[in-house]
């Protein structure tokens, strides 16, 4: 994709990932528009960063992230890009009991709502030059993390749904890339200063490397052999990986 004149809108913009994309892709010379659910945070965010726009946006809620879309392509017409970084990571027990209310807003924000947002913006990004939408998966939607069973099946999902979306928008001009992370150091969970994880700055430096090719999977080294895994003896190494996080525990403070 280009990297530079764009009109970009990222959900979960406020920290973390979605926020050091949103202010790498404003220095590269674009016009970005961030979402949130509170409004102190994105005012923060945008106080922080000159030019740089904000609409708040539930989304957990197809109500909320109609009106969000609407209010952005009524402000920005030449909208071209969206980005559906939103995200949770909260734990759950899969050989245990389910907490449902959890487990639903979980399917709501990493699910349903990259889907809803895609499809309250497609129709518009169809009509534009050079559109792309970027989908936030994650390494664990490759390498499943038993304690986030739930969190990693979102991802798994989402990688599915991102391979149909590029084949059906494939000759419509809309551009359909997906970036997995690897565990980086931010507070999706808690900053933990883990060497393990990878620092947030080189997280984004190499994934614009890769975002200024014509790669449909923006795709950091670390996460290859884990992207290249999947097989009739995925197990293996999903039983190692996991065995591991139990020998060596993420800090908790």
Known sequence: ???????IFITGGTSGIGRAMAEKF??????????????????????????????????????SINAAAQEVLTRYPALNVVINNAGIMP?????????????????????????????AFVAHLKQQPD???INNSSILAFLPLASNALYSATKAAIHSYTLSQ?????????KVIEIA????DTDLIYRS?????????????????????????AIV??????????????????????QSMIDSPIPVA
């Open 1 to 7: 994709m280009k990297l530079t004149g764009n009109t």
């Open 26 to 63: 404003q220095q590269l010379g674009n016009k970005v528009i961030i979402s949130g659910r509170r409004k102190a945070l994105l005012d923060s965010v945008t106080a922080a960063n000159p030019g740089m726009d904000s609409v708040l946006l539930d989304v957990t809620q197809a109500q």
């Open 91 to 119: 734990f759950d027990d899969a050989a245990g009991e389910l907490d449902d209310e959890m487990a639903t807003t979980l399917l709501n924000t990493n699910l349903l709502g990259p889907v809803r947002v895609s499809a």
């Open 131 to 133: 559109a792309v939408i």
């Open 166 to 174: 590029r084949f059906l928008l494939r000759d419509k001009g809309v």
């Open 181 to 184: 992370p690897p565990w980086v």
């Open 193 to 217: 200063g883990d060497p393990r994880a990878m620092p947030l700055a080189d997280f984004i430096q190499q994934t614009f490397e890769k975002l200024g090719t014509d790669t449909p999977e």
């Open 221 to 242: 080294d670390s996460v290859l052999p884990a992207r290249a895994n999947p097989g009739a003896q995925e197990h293996t190494l999903v039983d190692a990986f996991n």
